[in-house]
DNA sequence: ATGAAAGCGCTAACAT
DNA sequence: ATGTTAGCGCTTTCAT
């Protein structure tokens, strides 16, 4: 009596008939919409196992206008950042009923739009985007009629929630703890565009030194490995780089490693992310580490609770995680 | 106009209204179920962009008895080579309408049949497995009563469909490599259940070679770096290691380093899966590269079109990469 | 405590 | 070429 693959499919109706009562009560029994007896309940979930009954959860969605899921788009979610803050925000949705669905943008904000469309007509309760927004994306995005926020936004901007990390304070840590070790010539591999970048130049300017040579960079490993090599070349006036991912990071290794430069004795590095590559690169990482559980908690909590969080809390802080890619032992 | 956050939802009557047509021309233009009037036509979709008008997916999924969605369960979404699988997977599906939700069942069968039915639940029209599987799950698969096939498979197994890659054959190539290059101490980092392990070790036992020390890992990366500081300790009777998995090879790379053991000098490595992770580790890692977009392709094609294969098409075969933690130039 | 019935937005068979 | 309508499976109001 149980599902048998390849027949209809049991309906909450199946389960009343054979539990000898109306549709409403088996919804009353599974959602507690309204007391129902406990024999009769029993008689229900009896019914339940016996047929193999899963409710529709089209049908549901259709009904509450809720589908219980809910979007996230990323740049690139092969990126360990990015794999492993999807994966946190699959965790707490789920821990809430949610299921998640993760679209790839490849860092075009054109395709970020055209999935926020696709996500909004899967009725989907809130989408979770990333990358750079403006106040024009702001209009576009409301425009589509989804509820939505910034994951890991990199600025706060009216009118959209979000949180981020305050990259530009991780990036002067970092810059710093570089400086501490005595480093004088310190280099940057990253985009220009990011905050990262800003962090690294203020705090060298504030310390008195010259900023080193700038390696534009995608977040790529081609873009990091191709920044590296350059960086070898130029070996004799960097003594150290701040690198702007671990992803980066880790190809900028290889290069040196290639070019037989020593890390850290001829080239130190600090980068950021935290991600799990980082600890097992060699050597291991001295980096910036997001807290990824708490961006995704915050971010998930925001979208369906509507929480608009004081502005303050609108970005977390990294925490810098030394290991000896930087010189320390 | 057009669509304000906060309105009611437009339907697609509103356009049926405003376009002065009934419901069902609305859906006979954008779904072409009878033909049209290029006039009407034209109205109708005049009317659609002036409302913003996305269709219900919900209720169309309950019409159609189709979501228009699969799953896919993986150990784990954070391991590269799960994570280039399934952006394949989603890129696959999205060509053909389809939305993809990834579940992380964190290597555990019980976790996995859960999901499966959560899945079910949400009239997914099919889901992707991935792991051990035998005919206890076959059952325990088929009575969710929905469409299900593996995806990586490593065995295959009767009443399953699925594509995977032949992982012993894989294993016999990396092996067969490492012994061309004249190692003859190969040892082994991975699973025993594995079918990477029987293609080791049936190569040296072929080539008239005594199999090498044995490090059991599990697929992290701390299994990884445990297994290479394990290694290192007994380097003077291993001159090559086979891994079962890149991100298993980096963090023996790391331990490796870490003791001071030249690569490919001292111990020579080759792996398996060929993630972008390989090609920008130090050494650059002598792998093999299993077919993602293929593998992919032919499990959602499966699910989809119930394409029963070959079954001579059911096991892809890896390519050897070769680079330099091998010893090769 | 339980049942009857309306209606969520859509598609498709049938009528015109 | 276009309109009318039933019904997908569910929740929930209103009766009983």
Redesign the pocket.
């Known amino acids: 009596m149980t599902a048998i693959p390849g027949n ?2 049991v ?3 199946d ?2 008939r054979y539990a ?9 029994t ?2 507690g ?5 406990p ?3 029993e008689r229900v979930r009896e019914a339940v196992r016996l047929l193999g ?4 959860a ?3 969605a ?4 809720s589908s219980h899921m809910i979007g996230v788009i990323v740049p690139d979610s092969t990126n360990p950042f990015w794999a492993e803050l999807c994966r946190w925000v699959e965790t707490v949705a789920r821990s809430k009923g949610f299921a998640v669905l993760v679209l790839n943008a490849n860092d075009s904000k054109a395709i970020r739009l055209e999935y926020l469309q696709t996500l909004a007509s899967r009725q989907v309760d809130g989408v979770l985007l990333t990358g750079e927004i403006d106040a024009l994306d702001v209009d576009r995005f409301n425009a589509t009629g989804v509820r939505w926020a910034m994951l890991n936004q990199s600025t706060t901007i009216d009118g959209a929630l979000g949180v981020g990390v305050d990259l530009a304070a991780g990036a002067r840590d970092a810059t710093a703890h570089l400086i501490w070790h005595g480093y004088t010539r310190i280099a940057f591999i990253g985009e220009m565009a990011d905050a990262r970048y800003g962090g690294w130049l203020s705090t060298l300017t504030e310390a008195g030194l010259a900023p080193g040579p700038l390696f534009d960079a995608k977040f790529t490993r081609e873009g990091g490995y191709a920044a590296g090599q350059a960086l070898a070349a130029s070996h004799d006036s960097v003594d150290a780089v701040f690198v702007s991912s671990d992803m980066l990071a880790s190809a900028v290794l290889r290069a040196l490693h290639e070019a037989d430069l020593a890390v850290p004795g001829e080239i130190a590095i600090a980068s950021f992310d935290g991600s799990p590559e980082s600890e097992y690169s060699w050597p291991a990482l001295t980096t910036v580490r997001q807290p990824v559980q708490d961006l995704a908690a915050k971010a998930v909590a925001q979208l369906l609770h509507r929480e608009q969080p004081p502005e303050d809390e609108q970005l977390l802080a990294g925490t810098l995680i030394v290991r000896q890619s930087c010189g320390c032992p």
């Open positions: 209809r499919k309906t909450r109706k389960v009343a000898g009562v109306s549709d409403a009560v088996v919804s009353y599974l959602n919409g309204a007391p129902v007896a024999a009769t309940a009954y899963t409710p529709n089209s049908a549901r259709l009904k509450l206008g």
